[in-house]
């Protein structure tokens, strides 16, 4: 079937959103609930928890991350950047923690940006609302996660504060899977919780389905085209009254800049966060593989946007973490692997990443990484290799060919090291098109809708006023709980619907 003669048709709804993910889901769930005809397009596929027990974590990868978690970032060094490409988006591949936004984030905001509707007191009633449907709370150490035991106790020993994971698990049975899909189902991704319960209340999810363009007049989007159905050959235009944008922070700034909505701004100075891997060995059997992602998180320099925390241990995610360091030590940590164990640093950057879009439906990302960011990744390693060798390691390989086996000469490879020269990556993207006053660098204002723009609303990590510091999704989910309030707030009273007020598919 050639272009000219693929099969269309038109879809009308009181609201769509393009994306399924934290931000998207949250959109969906509160339009359906207020009796808006709502629409969601979710680009990947709508996986069930069957079919992720059932692959292989390989196949899974491939299946619910956007290129198999492999977008480049372009610079020095080149950063790989994964995020999820499936309905429920990257919080079906994420370990589910939720943390509240921190009261002086919110008010850093505020100061620096303008975005003074959104305070803690403000945002408390949608952080609860989150954590009781998703069943936020502590996750125990329960059988297993030694590794996390062995981090919490040399943070105790050095007097750093560290907190247990708050994560949106309840039941979980420590199957070790959580980047490639929880096998239980324990995990309360939004492909499990918000959307189903969206779609209740009669929203209709769009999986596979492709947002080309926002078409509008400057002022108002009058309809959405799309491709869709068996191989993206049906083209739809979609007619909605009013747009949530939720793509990804990427994928909303591109899709911005394709429709020439704010084009020079979307996308020109993402904020991110960027991951580095330490690989330890241990003079006892750790078994890092019996347990969850990680039930405790050192926080002492939590003000700096430095976090420190166990990964998930496979003998895949071994050699992964070790890529840097050659077949010879690959081979004799996969051999001991009941002594090793994978801890993740995450640390939040200030420079910025630049989004363009190509002609065709690809995108180009570039890291602008300050000498500061270099100085403070140096500082995160000698941190992080000190609490490992207080916690009993004899050897740490870090992001970079070498091995290290006291904490003096930890510090002293870090004071020097180079980290252009580091296997770093990123997952989490956000401010991409922040809130904010436009002479502070705001492109929406405090609607979430981009400025002139009436029915256009950004609810996804996009919208962020800068980089959390923190794993984002508590913050993402409470600003889209807010930005949707403040939306229905202005239409007139409607009836509520109810469950199983299902309409006919569109």
Not at 124 to 132: I, K
Not at 178 to 183: D, I, L, Q, R, V
Request: hydrophobic share 40%; charged share 20%.
């Amino acid at each position: 079937m050639t272009g000219r003669h693929r099969p269309s048709r038109t879809v009308p709804c009181d609201a769509l959103v393009i994306g399924s993910g934290a931000g998207g889901a949250v959109a969906a769930l509160e339009l359906a609930r207020a009796g808006l005809h709502t629409v969601v397009l979710e680009e990947g596929p709508r996986p069930t928890t069957a079919e992720l027990a059932a692959s292989a974590p390989a196949e899974n990868l491939r299946r619910l991350y956007r290129g198999a978690g492999l977008t480049p970032i372009l610079g020095s060094p080149v950063i790989p950047y994964g995020e999820g490409r499936c309905v429920g988006g990257s919080t079906v591949v994420n370990g589910g923690l939720l943390w509240a936004p921190p009261d002086a984030l919110l008010e850093r905001w505020a100061r620096v940006m303008g975005t003074t509707d959104y305070g803690a007191a403000r945002l408390a009633p949608h952080v609860r609302t989150v954590s009781e449907r998703l069943g936020v709370g502590e996750q125990p150490h329960g059988s297993g996660n030694a590794d996390s035991r062995l981090l919490a106790d040399a943070a105790d020993t050095l007097g750093w504060r560290w907190s247990a994971a708050r994560r949106a698990a309840p039941g979980c049975l420590h199957r070790n899977h959580c980047p490639t899909g929880c096998p239980s189902g324990a995990k309360r991704s939004m492909l499990v919780s918000y959307l189903p319960e969206a779609e209740r209340y009669g929203a209709h999810i769009e999986p596979e389905t492709r947002t080309l363009l926002l078409r509008h007049d400057g002022r108002t989007v009058h309809s959405v085209r799309a491709v869709g159905g068996p191989g993206g050959r049906t083209r739809i235009n979609y007619r909605p009254r009013t747009v949530f944008l939720a793509a990804g922070a990427v994928g909303s700034a591109v899709l911005l800049q394709r429709s020439g909505i704010h084009r020079r701004t979307a996308g020109r100075a993402m904020g991110f966060h960027v991951n580095f891997r330490l690989v330890a060995r241990f003079p006892c059997p750790v078994r890092a593989t019996q347990g969850t992602i990680f039930t405790a998180q050192v926080r002492e320099f939590e003000d700096l946007g430095i976090h420190l925390m166990p990964a998930n241990l496979t003998a895949g995610s071994l050699a992964a973490a070790l890529a840097g360091q050659g077949p010879v030590v690959t081979n004799a940590l996969l051999a001991d692997l009941e002594r090793a164990a994978v801890f993740t640093v995450q640390v939040r950057m200030g420079g910025r990443v630049a989004v363009r879009h190509l002609r065709g439906a690809g995108w180009w990302l570039r890291h602008r990484i300050t000498p500061y960011d270099h100085g403070l990744l140096r500082f995160a390693l000698g941190r992080a290799a000190r609490a490992l060798f207080r916690a009993g390691a004899v050897e740490l390989y870090p992001p970079c060919p070498g091995v290290l086996r006291s904490d003096r000469t930890a510090q002293e490879f870090a004071a020097h090291s180079d980290p252009r020269g580091w296997n770093l990556v990123s997952v989490h993207a956000m401010a991409s098109c922040p809130m904010g006053r436009p002479a502070l660098g705001g492109m929406c204002d405090q609607d979430g809708r981009p400025y002139g723009f009436t029915n256009l609303r950004l609810c996804d990590a996009s919208v962020l006023p800068g980089p959390t510091g923190i794993s984002p999704q508590g913050t993402v989910m409470a600003f889209a709980h807010e930005i949707a309030a403040r939306h229905l707030s202005a239409l007139p009273q409607l009836p509520p619907r109810r469950h199983g007020d299902i309409e006919t598919a569109p």
